[in-house]
């Protein structure tokens, strides 16, 4: 059996709180804006590309900045809407990403090994990006290649809003003329000693004695030697959302039984309305999704009175997949997201007494927490 071949995309939003300012405010389009603490004592969290012509640049003090671009605008930005944009594209490639994660507020990774079999990895890349930059109005970047350390160089050269793939084989070819610094890691101090023994550029890197590299910087020379060519073995992770619960299911075959898809969507509901209550959250948006064997993705939410009910999450999920749910094809994932969080569900609705709900349900929590989580299920009809 062969191996599947390595893709992994990383994305980085171009100075994300400069692009969010700008939408939120446009007329600070094409103007030098520096976004950080105060003049005084803070420093620049990130500015525009206009003031980076000066100079100015992140973790740099907010009076250098003042100095070498006076005429600039300072912000101290708008940090609440920073994480409503960073969610909102966390939302959209989570809605089509085999599997993501999410690095920073403004930097994902997404691994798309193997999916060349169903799709043309670059095509499907540059149309989810194309999908970002439409809905949220966000220039972003990306780098595509076999590994997250080439992919992330990439983007970096494709900034700011473009993108670069390095094909499979040429990750050595594309490394070698870049300055080492490029490679993500490498400090001042290791630089510094870098340049002392000669070495300039990432080819330089991968050229040099792996021995001699581990005498002066131990046993990251060894590490630094693979990365100059384009070896890592970081793995992507699944990213959790403190914001968001969720839960997908792969099916081993591919599935168009409507009892067998409901009955799926039941135990899901379950699950989630078991971790929303022991974590005393309720949540008022409920969003599903469904994956076809081609991986064509479609999401579909809806908002309803919050709560941590397993039945009232599942009437919810029923009512989404029928809306999303084309019969005539066979269904590869099927997943189900909460989202919008409240306080516990015993306050989700005012107007209708759920005291009684709320204590069988606290009744069957104890049972699971002291037996499993699969101990108590409602009846349904047989799983496959």
């Not at 999908?131 to 350390?149: D, Q, V």
């Not at 550029?201 to 001699?212: C, K, N, Q, R």
């Not at 929303?276 to 908002?303: G, M, N, W």
């Amino acid at each position: 059996m062969s191996i599947p071949q390595t893709y992994i995309a990383h994305f980085d939003l171009d100075a994300f709180f400069v692009s969010v300012e700008r939408i939120l405010n446009p007329a600070l389009v094409d103007k030098p804006l520096i976004i950080g603490g105060s003049k005084e004592r803070g420093v620049v969290s990130t500015c525009s590309y206009e003031a980076r012509k000066f100079g100015v640049h992140s973790a740099m003090s907010m009076s250098g900045a003042h100095a070498l671009c006076p005429h600039g605008i300072f912000m101290k930005g708008s940090r609440g809407e920073y994480s409503k944009f960073s969610n909102w594209v966390n939302d959209i490639i989570q809605a089509k990403a085999p599997l993501f994660e999410k690095a920073s507020i403004d930097e994902f990774y997404i691994d798309l090994t193997g999916m060349d079999r169903f799709f043309n990895p670059l095509q499907w890349t540059i149309d989810l990006r194309n999908e970002i930059m439409e809905t949220t109005k966000l220039p972003i970047s990306f780098g595509l290649a076999s590994s997250r350390m080439v992919a992330k160089i990439a983007t970096n050269i494709a900034k700011p809003n473009g993108y670069i793939q390095v094909l499979p084989g040429k990750e050595q070819e594309f490394l070698a003329p870049l300055p080492v610094e490029s490679i993500p890691g490498v400090g001042e101090q290791t630089l510094k000693r870098m340049h002392e023994l000669g070495i300039k550029s990432i080819g330089d890197l991968a050229a040099y004695p792996v021995h001699i590299l581990e005498l002066n910087f131990g046993f990251y020379g060894a590490v630094l030697s693979k990365k100059a060519i384009g070896e890592s073995n970081a793995e992507i992770h699944s990213s959790y959302d403190a914001k968001s619960v969720s839960t997908e299911h792969t099916f081993f075959e591919n599935v168009n039984d409507i009892s067998f898809l409901e009955s799926t969507l039941l135990n899901m509901s379950e699950k989630l309305g078991y971790e929303l209550r022991r974590d005393a959250k309720a949540a008022k948006c409920i969003a599903v999704k469904i994956r076809y064997p081609d991986f064509e993705t479609h999401t579909k939410q809806i908002s309803i009175a919050s709560t941590s009910f397993d039945d009232e999450i599942f009437k919810a999920a029923k009512q989404l997949f029928h809306q999303l749910y084309d019969p005539k094809k066979s269904i590869r994932l099927l997943g189900i997201r909460c989202t919008e969080f409240t306080a516990a569900a015993v306050q989700t609705n005012i107007f209708e007494n759920k005291v009684q709900k709320l204590n069988l349900y606290s009744a069957i929590d104890q049972v699971k927490s002291r037996f499993g989580k699969h101990s108590v299920g409602k009846a349904g009809k047989d799983k496959k």
